[in-house]
């Protein structure tokens, strides 16, 4: 339908990011394509090592969803997403191609080894999600493309990771969000991925602070070193969120926060969280 309606229609999922875009005639559409109609379009399942989502799944069905006691950082980012109506409308595939730089998925599924599936009338096409966004709103999909599948591979054994957001209110996007996956031996990280949220045009890896936990201690000169280094890395704009500074500082602040429950969860402790509100 998209291939024949030409490059005005625009798949609707949720409606969650396009409705209110429309209503401010930021969008214009000629034509919406609903996926609302495409059956079996929404599932959770655990296959081959890897957590299967349907690109219509709903964010309160991950949120409610078993998974969540075993990827604790899917529940955190499931559960944080807005408020209850907007969970129950908006979808992981919808938020991924939407590539929002204050969206929560992609920030928490790049801590992962996630994969976006693709489909167009060309066939399916599986593109890492590190490759899936290009810019802030921007993804590497075609006009006549969907996502069809998420896939987010099953963390390793003494693996932890955690979700934070820092938000002025529940139905508002995050001022700041970090999410963190470490590989632990004893109190030693083997390995460290961090990614933030909401400062910058997507989200921002924070190489040089993974590098400096990687083959550390998990300690208070470790994770201050880091800190650092999250502060250097993020480019934050001031906005009606805050200033660029108090960002910088709330990143690096959530990171460390994420850190010591990231800690805790791969030593195998079942620790919530949930985000932090002003
Ligand atoms: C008040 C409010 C607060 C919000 N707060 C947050 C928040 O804190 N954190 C957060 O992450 N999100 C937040 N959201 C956004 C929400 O999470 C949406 O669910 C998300 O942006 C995706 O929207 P959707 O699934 O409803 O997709 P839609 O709005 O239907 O579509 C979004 C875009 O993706 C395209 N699209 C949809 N599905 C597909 C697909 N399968 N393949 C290809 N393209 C597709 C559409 O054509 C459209 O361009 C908020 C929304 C509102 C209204």
């Known amino acids: 339908m998209l291939s024949q309606l030409g490059d005005d229609a625009k798949l609707l999922a949720g409606g969650q990011s396009l409705i209110p875009l429309m209503k401010l005639r930021f969008a214009n559409p000629s034509h919406l394509v609903d996926l609302n109609f495409v059956p079996d379009a929404a599932y959770i399942k655990e296959e081959g090592g890897a957590v299967h989502f349907g690109a219509l799944t709903r964010h309160a069905e991950i949120e409610n969803a078993t998974i969540g006691a075993r990827v604790p950082i899917l529940h955190d980012c499931a559960a944080g997403i807005a408020d209850v109506q907007i969970r ?36 399916e096409r599986t593109v890492p999600l590190a490759d899936f966004i290009s810019d802030a709103y921007t993804t590497v999909l075609e006009h006549d493309e969907l996502v069809r599948e998420v896939v987010v591979k099953s963390p ?66 470790s994770v201050s070193t880091a800190m650092e280094a999250v502060r250097a890395a993020v480019e934050p704009q001031s906005d009606m969120r805050g200033s660029a500074e108090y960002k910088r500082t709330l990143a690096a602040v959530l990171v460390k926060r994420a850190i010591a429950v990231a800690v805790r969860r791969a030593r195998g402790e079942r620790v919530e969280v949930s985000h932090i509100y002003a």
């Open 88 to 123: 129950n409308r908006g979808t992981i595939g919808g938020s991924l191609a939407e590539a929002d730089p204050s969206g929560d998925w992609a920030a928490v599924l790049l801590t992962q080894k996630t994969e976006v599936h693709c489909l167009s009338p060309r066939g």
């Open 156 to 221: 390793d054994k003494g693996s932890g990771g955690a979700y934070l957001a820092f938000k002025r209110s529940a139905p508002v996007y995050p001022t700041a969000s970090a999410a963190v996956q470490l590989g632990m031996e004893g109190d030693t990280c083997k390995d460290a991925t961090i990614i933030l949220g909401c400062v910058g045009l997507v989200p921002v890896k924070a190489t040089a602070a993974e590098g400096v936990l990687r083959g550390s201690k998990i300690d208070d000169k």
